[in-house]
């Protein structure tokens, strides 16, 4: 069983950056991929980004490739989404996945976090 605790969310204004950490219980957090996607109310969830288990390779959303930069410290347990230029449209709550599969796709992510709320104010 993988625990996955969002933070470093919050209201932030437009052109400003934030910085997401995902920390994991347990000691495989090293097997697994980690993904992290987004939901604004009304919509559906959405991939952000996602990173392989060693971290040598990445995967990002059109709209935040150039902006978000995501990695992972396997010595932490943890794994970042750096987000800077921030716009009123990523506004959402952010949430943070491992799974066996490296993608943009939820399903290949077993395991979540309960979610951290980003506001961007223009």
């Known amino acids: 069983q993988v625990q996955l605790v969002e933070s470093g969310g919050g209201l932030v204004q437009a052109g400003g950056s934030l910085r997401l950490s995902c920390a994991s219980s347990g000691r495989t957090f090293s097997i697994y991929a980690m993904g992290w996607f987004r939901q604004a109310p009304g919509k559906e969830r959405e991939i952000v980004a996602a990173?392989?288990?060693?971290?040598?390779?990445?995967y990002y959303s059109d709209s935040m490739k150039g902006r978000f930069t995501i990695s992972r410290d396997n010595a932490k347990n943890t794994v970042y989404l750096q987000m800077n230029s921030l716009k009123p449209e990523d506004t959402a709550v952010y949430y943070c996945a491992a799974g066996s599969g490296f993608g943009g796709v939820a399903s290949q992510y077993r395991y979540w976090g309960q979610g951290t709320q980003v506001t961007v104010s223009s």
């Open positions: 990173i392989t288990m060693g971290g040598c390779s990445t």
